[in-house]
Structure formats: structure tokens, C-alpha cells
């Protein structure tokens, strides 16, 4: 397994790093943000399954010659208390390597997951104390307070919330686009496609490539809510409350505004040209083999 282990190996670390540098400066995932998100999602899942299952394989090596059998002979060695010769200090660090990758990244990902939790709860307390239900939109709240800002707290008790300078500045039109965007971040979730990101970056922040996924991710979020309002209003109204609304969004909550804000106002009025269907499929096929491919070298072969 030991070509098995290295081909992992390999494949992690080109995921993990030049390819998502690739990725997060390429200009094609603009044309189909929903497309490149299921990309970027293979590309984790299938970096995470590759590091983490090259030093299994390169660890248990001596034990078999496919993952499966060697950790069944590994397994029952250990069970009738015979510690395998074969296995030798090389292999045993490889395998605690591995384990503790593994250990690494879902711990970080369950306090991240958690610290994330309380921080919507106690704004979530806050903001039912200090803003008002706005009776013209369902489920909205508004903030006292002169500066633009909306945002919106996903989660089970999700709350959209704009202030009272987005009432003052916007109109109609001009709050209904924004929340149609704002709707878009809940109703598809994206706090969820975000947040394993998050935790991959907190893992690893040396490695440049992990960090340029996460901005990646948020910017092709946003785009994505973007396209998702157009086709509810009008671009133009949706491009004008975009430039009034600008404020930062507490951490949070899923804020709306990030740095590229100019370049999303320019991709709303002049939308470029979608992904041809051919060009569609054969990404959705890369993502499934990022992520096939390396399951099938640890348990096949």
C-alpha cells in the first residue's frame, strides 16, 4: 500500500494548495456560483480523505496489502493482546500522524461549530431585546439605529435584521432587495457551506491555500444570493441598495457586504455569460472524482 499511501499523499497536499490557489483565482466560478461550491466542497472533502488516508494506508502497509484487510489483521492482533512485529516505529508514527490529523480537523471544526452556536445565541438575546419586529416583512427585525446594516442569524430561530438607516435610506424596492438576498442566505443554508471552511482555515492557517478556500467560498456565497434576488427584483434596485448598504455584520451573524462588493454590483447589472451545460456536467464529474477516487484507492485496493 505503500504506492497507495503516496499517491494520497500527493494528491492531498495538490489539493490543499496549489490547486485551491488555482481555484480561488480563477474567474470561470463567477458564471455558476452553485456549480463551483459543489467543486470547492469536493476539493475539501476529498483533500481531508486523502492527507488523512495517506498516513492510514502508509501505517497499516505492513499489515496487508489493501486498508481493509490490514486493519481486520491489525484489529485482531491488537485484540489477543500481540503486538504485530511487522509493525515497526516508522509505521506506528505514520498512523498516530494520521490519527491526529483526523483528531485535528473535527475537533476544530466541533469548537468552531460550537463557539459559532453561542455567539448567534446571545446575539440572537440581544437582538430580541433590542430591535422591533418590522410588521412589513415576516420574521425581519429592526435595529435603532442610523448606519445601513442588514444582515441576517441563521439557524432554527433565524432572524433577519436591518437598521432603521436602511429604512431611512433605501426605498421600497430597495429593502425588498435587500432582503430577498438576505432570504437566500437562509433558505439555501449557507452557513453550513461556510462553516467547514471556516474550521479548515483555523486548522491549518499556514497553509495559504486553506485560507484562499475560505475567502473563495464567502465570495461565491454572496454571488450566489446575488443571482438569487436578480431574478427576484429589479437588478438595478438590487445594484443601488447593495451600494447604500455597506456596513460589516456582527461575527455572528452572515453578513452580506465583504471587500469585493464593487465587482458583485458589476456582476449584477452586467451578469456574465453562464457555464456552457457540457462545461456544467464535466465539473460535477471532477467533484465526484475528488472525492470517489480516493475512498476507492483505501478500500479497493
Known amino acids: ?146 448606519v445601513p446594516v442588514a444582515y441576517c442569524l441563521p439557524g432554527r430561530s433565524s432572524r433577519l435584521v436591518v437598521s432603521a438607516g436602511v429604512l431611512d435610506t433605501l426605498d421600497t424596492a430597495g429593502v425588498v432587495a435587500v432582503l430577498a438576498h438576505e432570504r437566500a442566505h437562509l433558505r439555501e443554508r449557507h452557513d453550513l457551506v461556510v462553516l467547514p471552511f471556516v474550521a479548515w482555515g483555523a486548522t491549518a492557517p499556514f497553509v495559504r491555500g486553506m485560507v484562499c478556500a475560505q475567502l473563495a467560498v464567502a465570495r461565491l456565497i454572496e454571488m450566489r444570493a446575488d443571482d438569487v434576488a436578480r431574478k427576484l427584483c429589479d437588478p438595478t434596485e438590487l445594484a443601488t441598495a447593495l451600494k447604500e448598504v455597506g456596513g460589516s455584520a456582527p461575527a455572528a451573524a452572515l453578513s452580506s457586504f465583504t471587500d469585493a462588493l464593487e465587482a458583485r454590483i458589476d456582476r449584477i447589472t452586467a451578469p456574465p455569460a453562464p457555464l456552457p451545460v457540457v462545461v456544467r456536467w464535466l465539473v460535477r464529474l471532477v467533484a465526484l472524482a475528488l472525492v470517489v477516487v480516493p475512498l476507492a484507492l483505501l478500500l479497493v485496493h
Open 1 to 146: 500500500m505503500e504506492l497507495t499511501a503516496l499517491g494520497l499523499g500527493l494528491l492531498g497536499v495538490a489539493l490543499a494548495e496549489p490547486a485551491s490557489r488555482m481555484l480561488a483565482a480563477a474567474r470561470w466560478p463567477g458564471r455558476d456560483p452553485v456549480v463551483a461550491l459543489l467543486l470547492w466542497q469536493a476539493v475539501g472533502l476529498g483533500g481531508g480523505i486523502s492527507l488523512f488516508g495517506a498516513g492510514l494506508a502508509y501505517g497499516l502497509s505492513p499489515m496487508g496489502d489493501s486498508l481493509p484487510s490490514a486493519t481486520a489483521a491489525f484489529a485482531v492482533s491488537v485484540a489477543n493482546g500481540v503486538w504485530p512485529p511487522v509493525m515497526d516505529p516508522l509505521h506506528v508514527g505514520a498512523l498516530l500522524i494520521a490519527l491526529g490529523v483526523l483528531i485535528r480537523l473535527l475537533s476544530v471544526l466541533v469548537i468552531t461549530t460550537m463557539r459559532t452556536l453561542r455567539a448567534r445565541r446571545r446575539h440572537r438575546d440581544l437582538l430580541d431585546v433590542l430591535a422591533t419586529p418590522w410588521p412589513h416583512a415576516s420574521g425581519t427585525r429592526v435595529l435603532d439605529h442610523p
